[in-house]
């Protein structure tokens, strides 16, 4: 994978220093684990990456504010999946809400192929998440008394949208700018307006929105 603007500096020296800079708290034996995992993390942002309609494919550029928060996600989730490493992972974890102003934990599972508009004020709860997935700018997946919503395959949620507590966002769902859907369910193939007292309004789209955003779709 080519990467972009190091300059003969290894990624995981440019990760460990932005960490050291933004949490002083001295070397830490987990932070080795950057190194061990880093060619997994990268095989992770290729399948992404490639993609991606608007992004060149084998092609990661570290200045590109979507793909870096990408690519922190997948580094703190590889690490976190065989090492269970808390600290290394928490500092990624918040290195990630400090540079791109998204809450993306390194438990969750987010898919293989996903793709993130602008990552300010995103919020991701432990849920479940289908693949071809398009976030946008304040879009919030969150929890409700525990219950944790179902996101299927190739959702879009356009900014300010909400997905909250039982809901079942079922393939195919485009979630119109300001949605909030609570405890509900969507229809697949359609696109999702806000009705009356918090209801849902489900219009059939005209052409293949999920192709603007990847190539395989």
């Given at each position: 994978?080519?990467?972009?603007?190091?300059?003969?500096t290894?990624?995981?020296t440019y990760?460990r220093?932005?960490?050291?800079?933004?949490?002083?708290?001295?070397e830490?034996?987990?932070?080795g684990l950057?190194?061990?995992?880093?060619?997994s993390?990268?095989?992770?942002l290729?399948?992404?990456?490639?993609?991606v309609?608007?992004w060149t494919?084998?092609?990661?550029?570290?200045?590109?504010?979507s793909q870096?928060?990408i690519?922190l996600y997948?580094?703190s989730?590889?690490?976190?999946r065989?090492?269970q490493?808390r600290?290394?992972?928490?500092q990624l974890f918040?290195l990630?809400?400090?540079?791109?102003?998204?809450?993306c934990?390194?438990e969750i599972?987010?898919?293989?192929?996903f793709?993130?508009?602008?990552?300010v004020g995103?919020?991701?709860?432990?849920?479940?998440?289908?693949?071809?997935?398009?976030?946008?700018?304040?879009?919030?997946?969150g929890?409700n008394?525990?219950?944790?919503?179902?996101?299927?395959?190739g959702?879009?949620?356009?900014?300010?949208?909400a997905v909250?507590?039982?809901?079942?966002?079922?393939?195919r769902?485009?979630?119109?700018?300001g949605v909030?859907?609570?405890n509900?369910s969507t229809?697949?193939?359609?696109?999702?307006f806000q009705?009356?007292?918090g209801?849902l309004?489900?219009?059939s789209?005209?052409r293949?929105i999920?192709?603007?955003?990847?190539?395989?779709?």
């Amino acid at each position: 994978m080519n990467l972009l603007h190091l300059n003969g500096t290894s990624l995981g020296t440019y990760v460990r220093s932005q960490m050291g800079h933004l949490f002083p708290i001295g070397e830490h034996p987990e932070l080795g684990l950057i190194d061990t995992h880093m060619a997994s993390a990268l095989e992770r942002l290729d399948q992404c990456i490639s993609q991606v309609r608007m992004w060149t494919p084998g092609q990661f550029d570290v200045l590109h504010s979507s793909q870096y928060c990408i690519f922190l996600y997948y580094l703190s989730n590889t690490i976190w999946r065989h090492e269970q490493a808390r600290t290394v992972c928490t500092q990624l974890f918040l290195l990630n809400k400090a540079l791109n102003a998204i809450d993306c934990f390194y438990e969750i599972e987010l898919p293989e192929v996903f793709f993130i508009g602008h990552s300010v004020g995103i919020v991701l709860a432990k849920a479940t998440y289908g693949n071809h997935l398009v976030l946008y700018q304040n879009s919030t997946v969150g929890k409700n008394h525990g219950q944790a919503p179902v996101i299927g395959e190739g959702v879009i949620l356009y900014p300010n949208t909400a997905v909250i507590g039982s809901s079942h966002v079922a393939d195919r769902s485009v979630i119109s700018q300001g949605v909030s859907v609570i405890n509900q369910s969507t229809q697949a193939n359609s696109l999702v307006f806000q009705g009356p007292a918090g209801s849902l309004v489900f219009k059939s789209s005209e052409r293949p929105i999920l192709a603007d955003f990847f190539r395989d779709v």
